[in-house]
C-alpha cells in the first residue's frame, strides 16, 4: 500500500490532531498485526527528496509531477488484492484527504 | 614428544565430547563443574602419561578417568545429589552407582541438546556463540577471544554472564519444540559456519588446517540432517557448503605445508567423493522456498569445484554473489563479488568498484587489489600487496603474499 | 580468488548513516514486450546494479516490485481499478539504502538501471518509526 497527501501535511494540523491521527495510525496498524496481516511495520517517508532523471537531470524536493507525495508504504498480507483494498478503506490517511494505492507485490527473482 | 602432541589433538576432540555428557546429567546450572571435571581429567592425563607413558586407549582412559572423577565428585556433594534429577541416578540394589554413560549415541544426542540449549534466545548471539566454541568444540578461552576479536576478560565476563543467565531462565537440555527449531537452528548455524572456517582458515594459529575442526563441524551439521525436526533446506545448503571446501582439503597445502591457492591447485586432488556428497546435499537442499545465504554460498563453492574457468560460470557466480550481499552483507562476500567482476567485466571496472567498499583496513583488500592491479599497474599491485604483508596475522598469508610480490618484480 | 573464507564477527558501527527509500517509476512496461534475452539483460542490470551498492554495506533491503495490479482508495471509499493513474508512470518498485546524505544516495540512483528504460528515481528520506 501507498500512501500519498499534500505535500506539507503538518500545516494543516495543531499538535493536538497530530496527537489524534498518530493514534489512528497505531490503532489501524495495530489491528492489523493483531490478525496477522502485517508483513512489516512499513516504511514512512519524510519531506526530503530528489528526482533522478535519464540523462543525470537531478531536481531537488520529492517527485513533484503531481501535486500529493508519498507519505509511506506499508506491505501488507491478504488472499487477494481485493482483499487488501478492503483494508485499505480503514487507512487514516483518508479522513485526512490523501489516498492509498494498493498493488500486487511481484515476488524476487521472478520475470 | 609424542604425547605433547597427542594431548592437545584428544582435547579438541574428546573434551567436548565428555563436558556434554556430563552438562546433561549435571544440568544446565553446573556447566563449569562438568568443565572443571574434564579439565582436571586432561590435567591428570598430562601428568600421568609424562610419566607412566600414553595409554594403550589414550580416549578410553580418559573416559575412565571422567567417570571416576564425576562419581567422586557427586558422593562428595551431598547437596549436588539432591538437585541432581532422580533419573540419572540408575541405582541398582547392589551399588548406587551413578551410571555416567560415554557412549556414542549418548555422545551424540547430548551434544545436540547441547546446541540447543546454548543456542538460546535469551543470550546475545555472540554469548551462544561463544558458549558453543566453549563446549561444542573444545575451543581455548582465547582461541575464542580471537574469532570476536577481542581480549580475554571480555570472554570470559560474557561466557560467565550467558552462564547466569541460562541457568536463571531454567533452560532445559532437551531438544526445542517444532515451533521454536526455525529460529534456533539459525544460530546452531552459523556456529557451526564459524567453526567449520575456523578449521579451513586457522588465523591464530599458525597452521593452515585443522582438519578436525571441520569434520567436526560437518558431523555436526550432518547429525541435523539426521534429526527429522532439524533437517532442513537450510541446513543441507551450509553441508553441501562444508563439502564443497573441504574437497579441496589435499590441494590446498604442499608437503612442506605451504598454502597452495585456488588457481594453483593440482585438480586431481580434489576429492571427488566430497564433491558428489556436496552435490547430493545441494540437491537435497532444494527444497522449499526460502533461498538462504547458505543456499547461494553453497552455489557459488559448487561452480567452484565443477569449473575452474569459463565466462559462464564467473557470470553465474557474480550473479550468486550479488544476490547473497542482497541478503547478507559481508566483507568477505563483497571482496568476492568484486573479484567475480573483474572475470567478467575487467579489472578496471572491478578496481573502481573495489575502492568504494572501504575496506582498506583488511588485508584481503589489498590482496585483492594487488591481484586486480597485476596487469594494469605493477608498481600499485606491489604497493597494495606490501601493504596486505604488513595487515596480515598468518605466517601462511605472509609467504603467499611474498611470493606474489617476487613474481611481479621479475 | 579467495579460498579462505574467514568470517569474523563486525560489530556493525555505522556512524550516523540515515535511510533512504528510492521509488522507481516508468511507464508501464505491459505494452512493452522483452525477449527472453533482454529480460535476463535487464535482470543482470538491475542485480548489478543493487549488488554494487550491497557491496558497500549501504543496502538495507532490496525492497519490492509491484506488479500491474492496482487499486486506489480515495476518501469517502471510492474505489478504482488500477494503480495511481495522475500521471503516465506507475511505481515499478522500491528499495532502501543507507547513506551519510541524501546525495550519496542520489549519486547512486543516477546510475540505475531504471533511467535506460525512459523512467525516473525519487529519492527520498525515511522517518525512523519507534516501536
Not at chain 2, 602432541?5 to 576432540?13: A, N, S
Not at chain 2, 563446549?135 to 575464542?144: G, H, K, P
Not at chain 3, 509491484?66 to 506507475?90: D, F, H, Q, W
Amino acid at each position: 500500500m501507498i500512501f500519498r497527501n499534500d505535500f506539507h501535511p503538518e500545516a494543516k494540523y495543531t499538535p493536538d490532531e497530530m496527537q489524534n491521527i498518530m493514534q489512528q495510525w497505531q490503532t489501524w496498524m495495530g489491528g492489523m498485526a493483531a490478525k496477522g496481516q502485517l508483513a512489516n511495520t512499513g516504511t514512512r517517508l519524510g519531506g526530503d527528496g530528489k528526482t533522478i532523471r535519464p540523462s543525470n537531470v537531478v531536481t531537488n524536493g520529492p517527485y513533484a509531477e503531481i501535486k500529493e507525495m508519498i507519505t509511506g508504504v506499508i506491505v501488507v498480507k491478504a488472499g487477494d488484492i481485493d482483499e487488501a483494498t478492503e483494508i485499505a478503506k480503514g487507512c487514516p490517511i483518508l479522513n485526512a484527504g490523501g489516498n492509498v494505492e494498493v498493488r500486487n507485490i511481484v515476488p524476487m527473482g521472478s520475470n | 614428544m609424542q604425547e605433547k602432541e597427542l594431548i592437545p589433538q584428544l582435547y579438541r576432540t574428546e573434551f567436548r565430547k565428555i563436558t556434554a555428557v556430563l552438562c546433561r546429567l549435571f544440568g544446565i546450572e553446573h556447566i563449569t563443574i562438568a568443565e572443571d571435571i574434564v579439565g582436571d581429567t586432561f590435567l591428570l592425563a598430562a601428568e600421568t602419561w609424562g610419566l607412566k607413558g600414553v595409554p594403550a586407549n589414550p580416549a578410553a582412559w580418559l573416559y575412565v578417568v571422567a567417570k571416576n572423577k564425576t562419581r567422586d565428585f557427586l558422593k562428595r556433594s551431598a547437596i549436588f545429589n539432591e538437585k541432581v534429577s532422580p533419573e540419572v541416578q540408575y541405582s541398582t540394589d547392589e551399588s548406587h552407582e551413578i551410571e555416567v554413560d560415554l557412549s556414542a549415541t549418548n555422545i551424540n544426542d547430548s551434544q545436540l541438546q547441547m546446541m540447543f540449549a546454548i543456542c538460546y534466545p535469551g543470550i546475545p548471539p555472540e554469548s551462544q556463540i561463544g558458549l558453543s566454541l566453549r563446549i561444542l568444540c573444545s575451543f581455548s578461552i582465547d582461541e575464542i577471544a580471537d574469532a570476536f576479536l577481542t581480549n580475554k576478560e571480555t570472554i570470559n565476563k560474557r561466557l560467565y554472564r550467558a552462564k547466569e543467565k541460562l541457568k536463571q531462565d531454567q533452560v532445559k537440555i532437551e531438544m526445542p519444540p517444532d515451533s521454536e527449531i526455525g529460529k534456533r537452528i539459525e544460530n546452531v548455524l552459523t556456529t557451526l559456519y564459524l567453526l567449520f572456517n575456523e578449521g579451513y582458515y586457522s588465523s591464530n594459529r599458525n597452521t593452515v588446517l585443522t582438519k578436525d575442526l571441520c569434520l567436526e563441524a560437518m558431523r555436526l551439521t550432518h547429525m541435523l540432517t539426521e534429526n527429522e525436526s532439524t533437517n532442513k533446506p537450510e541446513v543441507n545448503a551450509l553441508l553441501a557448503l562444508m563439502c564443497f571446501h573441504a574437497s579441496r582439503f589435499e590441494a590446498r597445502v604442499d608437503k612442506n605445508g605451504e598454502l597452495i591457492l585456488y588457481e594453483d591447485q593440482d585438480i586431481s586432488l580434489w576429492n571427488k567423493e566430497l564433491i558428489k556428497q556436496g552435490e547430493y546435499f545441494l540437491n537435497k537442499a532444494a527444497h522449499g522456498d526460502v533461498l538462504s545465504r547458505y543456499h547461494l554460498e553453497a552455489a557459488i563453492a559448487y561452480w567452484h569445484t565443477a569449473e575452474r574457468d569459463s565466462p559462464e560460470k564467473w557470470e553465474k557466480v557474480l550473479s550468486l554473489y550479488n544476490r547473497l550481499l542482497m541478503v547478507e552483507y559481508s566483507p568477505i562476500a563483497a571482496l568476492n563479488r568484486t573479484y567475480a567482476l573483474a572475470k567478467v567485466y575487467g579489472n578496471e571496472t572491478a578496481i573502481a568498484e573495489a575502492e568504494k567498499l572501504g575496506l582498506d583496513d583488511s588485508h584481503l583488500y589489498h590482496i585483492l587489489l594487488g591481484e586486480l592491479y597485476t596487469n594494469v599497474d605493477k608498481q600499485k599491485a606491489i604497493g597494495h600487496f606490501t601493504i596486505a604483508s604488513k595487515l596480515t596475522k598468518t605466517s601462511a598469508d605472509r609467504n603467499v603474499i611474498r611470493k606474489k610480490i617476487e613474481k611481479l618484480k621479475k | 580468488m579467495f579460498q579462505w573464507e574467514v568470517i569474523k564477527f563486525h560489530p556493525k558501527n555505522f556512524k550516523e548513516m540515515k535511510e533512504f527509500a528510492m521509488i522507481y517509476r516508468s511507464e508501464t512496461m505491459g505494452e512493452i514486450k522483452l525477449t527472453p534475452e533482454g529480460t535476463m539483460a535487464v535482470s543482470k542490470e538491475w542485480e548489478n546494479w543493487m549488488g554494487g551498492i550491497a557491496a558497500q554495506n549501504k543496502l538495507v533491503s532490496p525492497g519490492m516490485r509491484l506488479g500491474n495490479e492496482g487499486r486506489m482508495v480515495k476518501p469517502g471509499n471510492v474505489v478504482t481499478n488500477g494503480p495511481y493513474a495522475e500521471i503516465k508512470e506507475i511505481i515499478g518498485g522500491l528499495s532502501i539504502f543507507r547513506a551519510e546524505s541524501i546525495e550519496e544516495a542520489s549519486e547512486w540512483a543516477k546510475t540505475c538501471p531504471i533511467l535506460n528504460a525512459g523512467g525516473n528515481v525519487e529519492v527520498r528520506d525515511i522517518i525512523q518509526m519507534n516501536g
